[in-house]
């Protein structure tokens, strides 16, 4: 009877801690729109340095009912998407192939961290030369930008599996096979999917980074178009949808980890 009691509790304890939250968050979200307002009134900024949050509402609906807003984004989404897909894939099958062979490791690791060392923004004009000015260039802007923290975290994630364990996979005749799918890769998820998380969010300013270079459509061709245009208000709606992208991204990797992962809370 306690221990119902005690879950009980505990529910209930929990229900409040996410309401409290929910209030805590709309609550930030109000104070921060009127520090917005009162700065504008107060200081009389004109609109095209810093627009009120009203003037930026009515833009969204402008660009939505229009229909520009939707055909901007689905194209960043599917660079976004397609990046971060690409990149993962490769990211984990080079990972896996380092973690099993150090060789390979002291061979690539230079190559790998000395492209780390070049901002992406820096070869990014290169990149537009090179392969156009189309959806490839920006996909594989997005796959060097989130390729190497996926990287790491397999890496780290597979070496982080207890030996013992592998010991006790071979006195069971396990497979190759067997030893990946039983162990490595749940052993290893935690961690790759932490990498996930920065990788999704790194997908979006990939995106944007090749927008912002050479396009002619996505959400940062629309903060290009508006700030050539003066139009404040247009460029804080491309940044705040982009925001709400990177945010619904990285709640789905928090999802996968929920679904995934649900082991570990047990």
Known sequence: MNVIENNETGKALLQQVKRYNRWLLAGSMLTTLGVWEALVRLGKLPAFILPP??????????????????????????????????GSLLATVLGYLLAKSRLLERLLSPYLVASQAVPVVAIAPLLIIW?????????????????????????????????????????????????????????????????????????????????????????????????????????FVAIFTLVVLALILYGLVVLLERRYLLWMRN
């Open 53 to 86: 949050p009203g003037l930026v509402v009515i833009r969204f609906w402008q660009v939505v009912w229009d229909g520009s807003l939707l055909r901007h984004l689905s194209i960043t989404l599917l660079e976004v998407l397609l990046g971060l897909l690409c």
């Open 131 to 235: 392969f156009g000015s189309g959806i490839f260039s920006k996909v594989l802007i997005c796959i060097l930008i989130v390729f190497f923290p996926i990287l790491v975290n397999t890496v780290v994630g597979l070496r982080a599996v207890p030996e013992n364990l592998r010991d006790l996979m071979r006195s069971m005749r396990a497979g190759r096979w067997q030893m990946l799918r039983f162990l490595e890769i749940p052993a290893a998820l935690p961690v790759f999917l932490g990498g996930l998380r920065v990788g999704a969010t790194l997908s979006v300013i990939g995106a944007v980074v090749g927008e912002f270079v050479g396009a002619d459509r996505g959400l940062g061709f629309l903060v290009n178009v508006g700030r050539g245009q003066y139009d404040t208000a247009l460029v």
